[in-house]
């Protein structure tokens, strides 16, 4: 944050985030510090997330959380000085609870509206936090894995999934055994455990497809294998850390493609399924070996957290980029490349 | 004389390390796979045995089909390092940011859609068709090279992707060129097939087929432009 401009007092900047199954709303001062975010997530019963049932907890937990906020003893409400919120992509119903709380908010406290990007909010947060200037981003959630990084003025995605999420992809297999969403957690436990039981395993008999087409990825077809290893009388937890070892080598190996495409030295991780050890592990030893550095943000900032959101926020209102009510509508299909950086 | 005198490193890529020097005498690249450390040892031997080998075999065959890509002079499969002809030309992501072949870059993208075309046409899919691996020549044209990730397929999903892997790299690496991928299109579309095909002539795809699937998967990825 070289630049003058983002060296500013932009006063107290709110962010609201509620793309998938979290609402949360977090803030930066006036210097660009984040604060740990207020969040309320749904667990689903059964399945994974309903959008509408989602929006209903968003809705029913919108309010406490508000005003938890709005009661911290950190600032004062008249310091507040502009209202982010997530404004894509992602669920629609879940987008508008956020996006109606955030109308509201800045109506009333008469401050600008800040529509934000929610991918690029995973990428200023993080190099906000790791202090990394121009990193190539691997950013793995349950909707999106994305290799990011930036060129003219814009995030570009260099690769992507062309099916599913890899965390959507490790929830679903999850879910086929009984383990409640979100399954990332439960999947790392057990292949822990297979690996504590059976040091230094082999992956024999345990092999699964490796979808690597260019920078892209795909895991559909990881998830069918997998299951059928299962079914085929292979331990779960075995199972679980071949999955792991899978899906993780093909997330590194398009995020090392990215870096040797780029030239770039700095990769950095978001999203939630980054909160898992071996995938930081692995990301660490592929940077160090090409010479470069892994960066991962705590937990609290890998995960959807509103935080994110108030730090993009921020820099989007020192650079004058607001939204008007008119324009404040909510976008499922944002692209990670349709937002202007100026800030750097 | 050595056998394998090196010159220089040419690229640190994501799967290998990539030499150029000369092979007895002669103009090569040597491309050496390396271990890795982060990807478990089974996984990693699996990976680095199958691309090699697949590698290799696409090279000969292609190479007796005409195609402008490296053939194999030597290789060590134990140690994993491939020894190929060294190719003429400059990386396309070099050319396309260097302003003294900017008159070139009409034929440079339209002999790129017709190289690719002429692969497909031989029932071979690239797999990783980023402008590193497109080589570009004043007077040889394009060459296509880094078959490591390449397949025999002669499904179009596989030719669709091929474009949609170039197109992402052109539109993230090189947005000055907003109708970039349009020009490979239109190469893609008109190419006259070239060598020898011995695949069945009725299982392959047409280029007017490649192309609706491709655009299809053009709107299959998250958020699509």
Redesign the interface.
Known sequence: MASTLESQDSGIVLGIESTAHTFSIGWVDGSGEPSPSVSASVTPKEGGIHPREAADHHVDNSGEIVQRVLSSPEFDTADISAVAFSQGPGLGPCLRVGASVARALAQRLEVPLVGVNHCVAHIEIGRQQCGSNDPVLLYVSGGNTQVISRLSGRYRVLGETLDIGIGNMLDKFARNHDIPFPGGPRIETLAEQWLQNNPGASLDGLELPYAVQGMDLAFSGIMTSALKLVDGGAPLDAVCWSLQEHSFAACVEVAERALAHTGKRELLLGGGVACNERLRSMCASMASERGGVSHVPARGYCIDNGSMIATLGRLQLLHGVTTSLSASGVRQDLRTDETDILWV | MQVWEKECRL?????AVVDAGLWLGRPAIRKERRP?????P??DA??TKSRMTSEARMLQRLTIAGLPVPHVLALDMGSGWMMQERRLGRPL?ECLRDPAVAASIPEMLAATGRAIRNLHAQGAAH????T?NLLWDEDSGISLIDFG?ARWNTEVERFG?DL??LH??L???H??YADAMEQVLSGYSTAEAAGVVDHAAEQLASAAQVLSRFEQ?RT??????
């Open positions: 690229h640190v890529g994501a799967e890795r450390s982060w990807r478990h089974d996984l699996r990976l992501i797999g990783d068709l980023t590193n990730l992707l949609q892997v992402e790299c539109s993230a690496s947005p000055e998967i299959r990825v998250r958020y699509h432009g």
